[in-house]
């Protein structure tokens, strides 16, 4: 096409067995989030990050998110030039951040689709219809080198659905109703007092990113009230227009409520906010990160992440978009909690799995913890968390529940995992990041979602309960501990993790996996953390 050249990264498949279903509405209303080229290297703040998370925590030094905008944002210029294209396109401007490297762009289908030429249709899939993008973005030439990502034609959904027993009318914890998060704040031995001060989560915030779903606060009323816990102060923040809607409980909302209910029966008095984004693949996923990791208003302390996705459906420039906004968080102190996945191997549940051996997304990348499942056996130990069933797309959840974890295929292996022994992926037979860093319970939590209650689960409660488990240590230290991942690691023969050797993440005749065994597996991480052990020795 004249005057335009391919975006590097942006190539794209379709989801496996997808069919074509026809062209977009051309008239229908949209936006793109385009991303823009950094005024500092990236490359340097990542090697900053690596040799600061080397030094005691006492010595280490974080960047500020006023320098991180300074140093490592986007050049005015840059964005100007944006906008001038835009105005071309007959596009508006409704969002533009130099701190967030990003431009907002709104306008007609068929106009964002001739400013960024792209292949776009509509397709049915077995988890519903999508519109979907194939090969290559074009970018007109005279933004060539500026413009890093063009994310909102494709939007296939993000995956997470925590996995949930019969919710029941009310009655309260305890029983088949699952017990409060704080039952398992007590098993991982997470510290309650340091110094005489009571770790509560005083003077944190944890940030929760939602892709749909909502809570209500009546429901948190009640359920606090039932635990014996103090409320929590709860703010819902719009991302992309998206906003707090709860609907019923079999919805999106047992997700966000499962979150918040977790983390805050842990640490009740942190601040929590949450940012509800559109699941419109990777566009309102990053834009929700993105919009945490730079919030200058909340400067949330720690973000906790439930929902991912296999890393083969996102493409190179929405890995790398990732990358960088985990790397900023990093840089700033801010430490990333991401659930593994709860269906093994697959990453897929029933209805949607491609065949195919897959890692999550975003728990792979290199700069975030990775929080896989495990569960309690009669004999009070935890093995790796798998319910046994194979899948069957005929049976309600479709089975298959598991612990996530693998060996990335497109991040190397860590410098902080070189000694750990990961092992080479069952799936192509190549070295690459282990997934996860560490695993707790994924089974048998309180939830109330819209009135009803029950037991529910999966890695999605580990990631807040562990987020909730880093606002008590900052607390304690009075700095944040910020990229854990390589002290976790240097510091795991010193009983800051209890190995888990028991269990697999294979699916029961349906996918393999990886089995649970002495140190590092690809199903439970280093094992279950001890908090208190880690707060002596940090």
């Not at 102060?233 to 499962?258: C, F, Q, R, W, Y």
């Not at 606002?471 to 976790?488: D, R, T, Y």
């Not at 269990?503 to 140190?519: E, L, Q, R, S």
Request: with cysteine; glycine share 12%.
């Amino acid at each position: 096409m004249p005057g335009y050249v391919p975006l590097p990264g942006s190539q794209r498949t379709l989801l496996p067995d997808s069919r074509p279903v026809g062209p977009v509405d051309s008239s229908e209303i949209d936006s793109l989030t385009v991303r823009v080229r950094s005024t500092g290297d990236v490359g340097e703040l990542e090697k900053r990050v690596l040799e600061e998370s080397k030094k005691p925590l006492a010595e280490r030094t974080y960047v500020s998110r006023a320098e991180l905008a300074a140093n490592h944002g986007a050049n005015a210029a840059d964005l100007d030039l944006v906008e001038q294209f835009a105005q071309q396109h007959n596009l508006m401007v409704v969002h533009r951040s130099a701190a967030e490297r990003s431009i907002v762009l709104k306008g007609a289908l068929g106009d964002l689709l001739s400013a960024f030429p792209a292949d776009v249709h509509m397709y049915h899939h077995s988890s519903g219809t999508y519109r979907g993008r194939r090969g290559e973005i074009s970018v007109p030439k005279e933004l060539e080198g500026i413009v890093t990502g063009v994310f909102g034609f494709d939007t296939r959904p993000k995956h997470r659905a925590p996995h949930q027993q019969k919710l029941l009318s009310l009655s309260g914890p305890g029983g088949q109703n699952g017990v409060a998060a704080t039952h398992f704040a007590q098993r991982y031995n997470f510290p309650s007092t340091f110094q005489g001060a009571r770790l509560d989560g005083t003077g944190q915030t944890i940030a929760i990113i939602e892709l749909g779903g909502g809570f209500r606060p009546s429901d948190l009323k009640v359920f606090f009230n039932e635990i014996g816990v103090p409320l929590p102060a709860v703010s819902a923040i719009s991302v992309d227009h998206a906003g707090n809607k709860p609907t019923t409980p079999n919805s999106d909302d047992g997700e966000v409520m499962l979150d918040i209910e977790v983390a805050g029966a842990v640490a009740p008095k942190a601040k929590y906010a949450v940012y509800f984004a559109p699941n419109n693949g990777d566009k309102g996923f990053i834009d929700a990160i993105s919009a945490a990791v730079h919030d200058t208003e909340r400067n949330p302390d720690v973000i906790s992440i439930s929902w991912g996705g296999p890393e083969s459906t996102t493409d190179q420039q929405g890995i790398n978009t990732f990358h960088e906004v985990f790397v900023a968080a990093a840089a700033a102190g801010v430490t990333i909690c991401v659930a593994s996945g709860d269906h093994g191997t697959a990453d897929l549940d029933a209805t949607s799995w491609d065949k195919k051996i897959h890692v999550d997304h975003p728990a792979a990348d290199d700069f975030v913890l990775g929080c896989g499942g495990t569960q309690v056996n009669t004999q009070n130990q935890d093995v790796a968390w798998n319910d046994g069933t194979p899948f069957n797309v005929n049976k309600p959840g479709g089975g298959g529940w598991a612990s996530g974890g693998g060996v990335s295929e497109l991040f190397a292996v860590p410098s902080y995992q070189a000694g750990a022994g990961i092992p080479v992926s069952i799936d192509n037979g190549k070295p690459g990041r282990g997934v996860p860093d560490i695993a707790m319970s994924a089974t048998n939590y309180f939830t109330r979602v819209d009135s009803s209650e029950g037991a529910s689960g999966g890695t999605s409660a580990v990631a807040p309960l562990m987020s909730a488990l880093v606002a008590l240590l900052n607390q304690a230290k009075k700095k944040n501990v910020g990229f854990l991942n390589p002290f976790l690691y240097a510091n795991a023969a010193k009983g800051v993790v209890h190995d888990v050797t028991q269990g697999t993440n294979a699916i029961a005749n349906t996918v393999k996996g990886y089995n649970a065994g002495p140190g590092w597996d690809a199903c439970t991480g280093l094992g279950t953390p001890d908090g208190t052990a880690i707060l002596n020795n940090l």
